[in-house]
Each structure stands twice: as C-alpha cells, then as structure tokens.
C-alpha cells in the first residue's frame, strides 16, 4: 500500500548546522495497517512524514502509495489522498470561521460537482449535525460558533474530522495528543482508533509515549538517528509491556537518548 523506498534527507548540506535527518529509510507498510512510531527528539519521525506527504523533496529514494510512485507529486496533490494532524491542535483549522464553515472547506473541496458557488443547504448541515455527533462534545449544537472558542481538545477532534470527512488512503497523525490534557489526550486517542477501524485507514502515528504505542495499531517502529533500527510486529508485540518497549528503545536507540517524558507519562 505503503512503500518507502531509500529515503535520505539531509538538511542544510554544507553547512554548519548541516543535518542528516533521514539515512536511508525504507519500509513497506500494507493496506488497513496502523503502524506507532517512537524515537527520541531529532530521530527524523516528523521529517519521515513530511518526506512521504511531500513538504520537500528528498535527497534521494522512492515513495510509492497504492503502487504509484508519488515521490516528485507536490504536497497539495498528495493531500488528496494522505490526511495529516499535527501536534498544535490550532493548526488544522481556521479559527475565524465556524465549524460549519470549517466542514463546509473541506467538504466542498472534496465533492467532485462543487464549484465555487456551490453553497451548504439544510441536508448538508444535517450531515455535518450526525457526523459531529459521534465525538460527543456538542459540536453538533455549536455550528454557528466559530473554531477559535473551542478548547484544544475540541478543536483537534474536529480536526481529525476534517482530516477524516473523506477517508485519505493513509492518515498520518505527528503526536497529535501530546499538546491535550490527559483526559482530552484519550478521548482523542479513541476517537482516532474508532475512526480508522470504521473506515479502514491505513495509519502511521507518531508518539511519545510509549503506552500509546502500543495500545493503538498492531506494529511499532523505533526510530534514532534517521534511522529505522527496530521493526516490532506480531508475536514479539503481543507480547510486549511498556517495561520491555523501554528496554528495546534503550538498546535500540542508545541509552542516553530514552527520556523521561517517554517512559514516565502514562
Ligand atoms: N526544516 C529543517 N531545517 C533544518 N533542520 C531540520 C529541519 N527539520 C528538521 N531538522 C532537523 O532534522 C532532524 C530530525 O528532525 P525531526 O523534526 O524529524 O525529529 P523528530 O524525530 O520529529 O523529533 P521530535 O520528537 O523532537 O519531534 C533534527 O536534527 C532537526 O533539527
Ligand atoms: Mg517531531
């Protein structure tokens, strides 16, 4: 579904503050997966992502989605088909305009017979009314108010929404709890894990916290130095507690790159 074929990027090229961020990267990832990624700051997870949605170009390698070699497709293209949350919950939508607004973008841009006349009528706002619903914060009440009132919490589950309203072929979610309050962090947690079982998204998600690694998906991937040093899966993480993921990243990863937020954040 996903291929990453050899990806290398490397910042600032001869310069001083020159940075390989990612050394050759390559891993296939299949149809409906959910994949968790760990790794230290500066381990290239934020830059793997935004190789394979297309924010720069690569040093070299190969990005293949649904076996099409996407790897030179500019980012808003690739948009189409790859949805992408962030960990500021403030940056996936406009805080000027409503939620009605915000859905009504979103939705008219991705309707096939909308143009720029195309207006939101009473069925559309109804729609918007039953899939605000599910996330169970009155949203679905609050149509008229603009975004800026929400609460972070808030604001990033109607981001999810949006990145959602068309299921992408591949959501890509750059630790996008680790801003929210603990208790909005695993609403959010489970609005995403519902979401991408409903509608069979193939998921990458970047995270911190090592629980959440391994709660959600089935397959987890270390990363340290631009690097993919461990690929975790099946048997070897069933069976794997949050004490045995530390160990691993430790060995992985190098000792003194396990920080405490990690490890001690439940
Ligand atoms: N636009 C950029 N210009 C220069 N260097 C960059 C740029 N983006 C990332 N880097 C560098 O590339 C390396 C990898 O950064 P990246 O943001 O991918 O790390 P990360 O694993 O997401 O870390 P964190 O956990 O802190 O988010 C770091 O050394 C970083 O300083
Ligand atoms: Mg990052």
């Given at each position: 579904m996903l291929e990453i074929i050899n990806i290398s990027k490397t910042f600032l090229p001869g310069t001083v503050n020159e940075r390989k961020a990612l050394d050759n990267v390559s891993f296939r990832m299949e149809d409906g997966e959910f994949i968790t990624i760990i790794?230290?700051?500066?381990a290239g997870k934020?830059?793997?992502?935004?190789?394979?949605?297309?924010?720069?170009?690569?040093?070299?390698?190969?990005?293949?989605?649904?076996?099409?070699?996407?790897?030179?497709?500019?980012?808003y293209k690739r948009s189409r088909s790859i949805?992408?949350?962030f960990q500021d919950p403030l940056s996936g939508t406009a805080p000027g305009l409503t939620i009605e607004e915000n859905m009504a973008l979103v939705y008219l841009q991705g309707k096939k017979t909308a143009n720029s006349f195309s207006r939101i009528g009473?069925?559309?706002?109804?729609?918007?009314?039953?899939r605000l619903r599910p996330l169970?914060?009155?949203?679905?009440?609050?149509?008229?108010?603009?975004?800026?009132?929400?609460?972070?919490?808030?604001?990033?589950?109607?981001?999810?929404l949006l990145a959602t309203l068309y299921p992408p072929k591949l959501l890509m979610l750059d630790e996008h709890t680790a801003a929210l309050d603990p208790g909005s962090a695993e609403r959010i947690m489970t609005l995403t894990k519902d979401i991408v079982r409903e509608n069979r998204i193939s998921c990458l998600m970047v995270t911190h916290n090592m629980r959440q690694a391994l709660d959600a998906g089935s397959r987890t991937l270390i990363m340290n130095a631009g690097k993919i040093v461990a690929d975790i899966s099946?048997?070897?993480r069933a069976g794997m507690d949050v004490g045995k993921l530390t160990d691993l990243f430790r060995?992985?990863?190098?000792?003194?790159?396990?920080n405490d937020r990690m490890i001690l954040s439940s």
């Open positions: 790794g230290s700051n500066g934020s830059t793997l992502l935004s190789a394979i949605a297309g924010s720069f170009p690569t040093d070299r390698g190969k990005v293949i989605l649904d076996g099409e070699d996407i790897s030179s497709m500019p980012e949805g992408r949350l009473k069925e559309e706002r109804e729609m918007f009314r039953e169970d914060l009155g949203l679905e009440d609050r149509l008229e108010q603009p975004v800026g009132l929400l609460s972070g919490g808030q604001r990033q589950a109607l981001t999810l099946g048997d070897e060995n992985a990863a190098g000792s003194e790159y396990a």
